[in-house]
């Protein structure tokens, strides 16, 4: 069966990640970067357990009511030192000292992913339906504790996961994050893998987007990816679509 016709387009979801108060200042170029090339919706993925200020919070608000929309991205996006062998392999290949769930209980993971939702609504902040664990790793969480956690959907590396039904939503993801000439080699070819495999498959391809990224080995890759010809959608809204409900989220570019 043919998926509905909403969903059939070329389509890709971008995302910047580690919205923290220090990293704000480099959030803004990257989104300097992307509203000069009409690329929306972008999702912000904020990290609330650092400290916030006022202004910092009236910044996040500000965008929001210019279009963006807003995830939760972990409590403090820091892992404890690895307890087991994959947390350090994860570490050594993927997510350094980044990976929060890694390495923690069950009971600790479902804390701070609660801690992260009521944070947002504490502020004054929409509440997002959609949580990003850092470096995409759930750790010890199951399917049936996804299901009793505040958030509806949950991206993986594999794509997006629905609270209510476990189903996995496959979609491939494009990252830039390359400090080093190894890193810049590895993740070029699964980019182009990937993009490969959004453009053949009708999936959505996640632009996954860090703050550093524009001063990055990958910069240039960054810029023509977002050059493409992409229908830019919210993976709530694609989701919504997808499991033929009412699409949700914006289309529109942010106002400048």
Same mark, same amino acid.
């Given at each position: 069966?043919? &998926? ?13 990640? @580690? ?15 992307? %509203? ?7 999702? *912000?993925?904020?990290? &609330?357990?650092?400290? !916030?200020?006022?202004?910092? =919070?009236?910044?996040?608000? %500000? ?6 929309? *807003?995830?939760? /991205?972990?409590?403090? /996006?820091?892992? &404890? ?8 392999? /994860? ?16 009971? @600790? ?8 939702? @009521? ?8 509440? &997002? ?6 470096? !995409? ?17 949950? %991206? ?22 390359? @400090? ?26 996640? =632009?996954? =987007? ?5 001063? *990055? ?11 493409? %010809? !992409? ?26």
């Amino acid at each position: 069966m043919e &998926p509905p016709a909403a969903v059939t387009a070329r389509q890709a979801v971008v995302s910047v990640h @580690d919205v923290t108060p220090p990293k704000l200042e480099a959030v803004g170029r990257v989104l300097d970067l992307l %509203e000069s090339g009409n690329v929306a919706p972008v999702t *912000l993925l904020v990290v &609330p357990g650092f400290r !916030w200020e006022a202004p910092e =919070i009236g910044r996040l608000r %500000e965008l929001v009511g210019r279009g963006y929309l *807003l995830a939760g /991205h972990g409590w403090e /996006h820091r892992a &404890p030192p690895p307890a087991n062998l994959f947390h350090r392999l /994860h570490a050594a290949l993927v997510s350094r000292d980044q990976a929060e769930h890694l390495s923690r209980t069950r009971a @600790d993971v479902r804390e701070r992913v609660r801690r992260c939702h @009521d944070w947002f609504e504490r502020v004054g902040l929409p509440r &997002p339906e959609l949580y990003v664990p850092p470096a !995409w790793a759930l750790g010890a969480l199951t399917r049936s504790d996804l299901a009793r956690l505040p958030f509806r959907w949950y %991206e993986v590396l594999a794509g997006f996961l629905d609270a209510r039904s476990s189903r996995l939503t496959a979609a491939p993801v494009v990252g830039f994050e390359a @400090d080093t000439v190894g890193r810049q080699v590895a993740l070029g070819a699964v980019n182009r893998l990937n993009l490969c495999l959004g453009r053949c498959s009708r999936r959505p391809v996640r =632009i996954a =987007i860090h703050p550093g990224d524009l001063g *990055l080995r990958l910069a240039p890759a960054l810029r023509s990816v977002l050059e493409g %010809e !992409w229908r830019y959608t919210s993976a709530e809204s694609f989701l919504a679509a997808r499991n033929g409900g009412p699409p949700s989220g914006s289309t529109t570019a942010p106002q400048v």
